[in-house]
């Protein structure tokens, strides 16, 4: 663990220079951090407040650690791109979904650039050590120094006061001590004096009563927490520097390399592919067509798919981590035995990417049969992923050179940045719509839940010869330009807002009270 004492830091390096006047500037640089992010974001919708509030805290961290870090084309370097486009989603799209999961991708995204630039990371970037690193980044660099910036003033007031020979600030306190209990006085004997100064004076009250305290204090005390957490997370990467070299693992470390068994893998993988290689032949029967069987006359295609589908990726994920512990794990004993392993791990890699696109088939079918949503188009995207990962993990059986975890850090961070910009509201819509064509079945509730970039593709709904469907849709529509057309501030400014007023304001719409939108009733799973 990076040494963090801010005793040490205080009790024998306080009197140093450099000390104060980074910690000053830091402290300032912060504060205004803290009030911009107040400005930004408290009681405000998220728009391009988001990415101007990036730009400003790289610009402080930039700033204030301008001597030890460098934009280095590195992935260090690499990690300001993805952070660049999530924090824009925030401006281009209206996504709740991924407004929620860009709040956590980002900051971790900032942590792990940061780290790597000031070069306080333990462990390399493409080692899972590095997941310490992010903790550590999360859950104790911005708790480290919150104190610091108070025993700081506190020391440099003590030490002006002691000096004898005060300081700017001590004097002009001093003055304003001094000067209290004279402007009583003063202020007392002229109220007494003239009426109309009496009269002002006592309208002060009530220009106190006009600030909202009830919001202020919340203010006050969100800006406090943005300003002192960032001061304590960047200044704990410019203090104290300590090379990767210095790592040492602890005494009690396990290493779990060539922990199991050469002859016990080989026995799990036997077993398990001669289940796996029964349950491919049953895919290809029934759902890639292979043979001629048919399915059982209980079952729909529809039901089938539902009824396997969260099984077969759970058997993925467990297939997943079965051929992490053995590629890294197992004991390495000959050439043969090795090669019977490889050959196992290869036979399970294989049948778990036909498992994966029988999910995939499953989830088709069922998304034929009752519709697109969130969570069936992004489960799509994560079989995708998982097809990737196992063919880099293919890869890496044969070729131990390979750096897995390097490989699936970069495609988990690619592949998120391009599902963010992938505008699956207006695909859920559009593929809706299309079904709606072929079945005459369409949830214009859910569809109503969706962002409002799905807005242009749902004007498409008002021309339906369905009156029901037309009628509802027309109400949602009309409710949402009223909503679109209500002032916002500038804070919560965003283009795909922006873009789907400009299309209603074509648009001559009324509220049918017979035909209000109702809740979106289709399945969620």
Known sequence: MDDFSTTKTLGEQSDHPILHNRSSRLLLCTVLLGVLANWFFFDQLPGISIPLFVFAFYSVFLWNTRSIVTVRRDFSGFLLIPISLLSLTYLIFSNMVFYALNLMAIPILIVMQTTLAAGRSKSAWHSVKFIGDVFLGFFYRPFAFLFLPFRLIAKRLSKGLSMGKSSTLTRVLLGVLIAIPLVVIVVTLLASADEVFSYFLGAIPELLEAINFDEFVPRFIFAT?????????????????????????????????????????????????????????IQFSYLFGGFSLDLPQQFTYAEYARRGFFELILVTLINFSILLALIYWTKKVGKVMDRTIQVLESLLVGCTLIMLGSAFIRMYLYEQMYGFTYLRVLTHAFMILLFVLFIFTLCRIWNVRIELFKYYLLTAITAFVLVNYFNSDVLITKWNMARYEQTGKIDVGYLSSLSDGAIPQLTGLLQAEDEAVRAKTENYLFERKKELNDERSWQSFNLSRLHAKKVLANFELRHNKAYDYHTPDLPND
């Open 225 to 281: 927490v943005i300003a002192l957490c960032s001061f304590s997370y960047i200044w704990s990467l410019i203090t104290k520097r300590r090379p990767l070299t210095t790592f040492r693992e602890p005494e009690d470390y396990v290493n779990l390399a060539n922990s199991i068994d050469h002859v016990v893998a080989a026995t799990i993988l036997s077993i398990i592919n001669a289940i796996y290689v029964f349950f491919t032949l």
